[in-house]
């Protein structure tokens, strides 16, 4: 079996989905992280497109690691490894076409046929406290049992922790005790005040803390890990298993949070999983693309016996439904896995051209 052709194409201006084509007919589908479509697109269509045609789709670990090594100086992080995840997904795709498997039996079985989703809402910064109580009121209508508020201020730190405050009471009151309530700084303080903050934040109870301090700052992290009890997590500035290592090691957080469509997807989440079972830390990842990636997302918590936190979930897409046959269902807060073989969502091929037509 070989590979004829990879393509990414670019969805209705920013999603980018990847497909692998192969010469017996089967087709893969994955997707990147959408940071800059443009870019992910060209280095999908340009570097890893040569590297993959003509091989066999199903050596995966192979093609991923001649993927990451021989434009090793073009990235590392970033664009490069979410260049990768999209065309690894298309592959894990692939090899459970061919073999008639679910992705989750692939990678080791199914612990769960449903997947517990948390609302994860962001734009903070620019809401009162009041709107985004709004919006976390009409998310718990919608029937979601657990919810994350996220602050967004952009890299910029300590801009108004009383406000961030005042939100997380706001919100607090209308989750209670029974719905689980985390609080996404988005790397908005510094050491000092992310404790302060958190030490309010466990008085009321919040379920977990994430991205506290700015990106890097392990040993800001591990200041807030050490003084909290709330579980900080981390992650989604992180790229590789090397990358997760010392996150673990130096930034000490007890939940990790790898992305699949950004860290090299499935086959280089399984090893940072596997790093991170062996630290006993949880696995959070971060996900914020609905159709592609949460499926592949899903298949992936699916094979782990301990992943039983909420996952991220950034509300359903109908325009982006609309390109899948069967897209995925959220229902009462869970979305089941899709069983067929591979990822088992199919491309509405008709609906696919149409919107990359118009991107
Ligand atoms: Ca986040």
Redesign the pocket.
Known sequence: MKITDVKATIVFGRSIFVQVFTDEGVTGIGECSPMNAQVLAHFVNTVLRPICIDQNPLEIDKLWTAMFYRPYKLGVMGAHLEAIAGVDIALWDILGKVTGQPVCILLGGCYRDKVRMYA?LGGGARRTPAEQARVVADHLEKGYTAIKI?MDWGYQVDVDPDKDWAMFQECKKLTGDGVPLSF?A?NGYSPSTAIIQGRKFESLGIYHF??PVMVDDYAGYAQVAHALDVPVSAG?HEYTRWQFRDLIQQGQVDII?PDIVKCGGISEIRKIAALGEAHHKHMVP?QTQPTIGTAANLHFIASLRDANRPQEFTGVNERLNGLFKEPLELKDGYITLPMKPGLGLELDEEAFKRAAEES
């Open positions: 994860s996220r996404d988005n994430e991205e989604e949070q971060h």
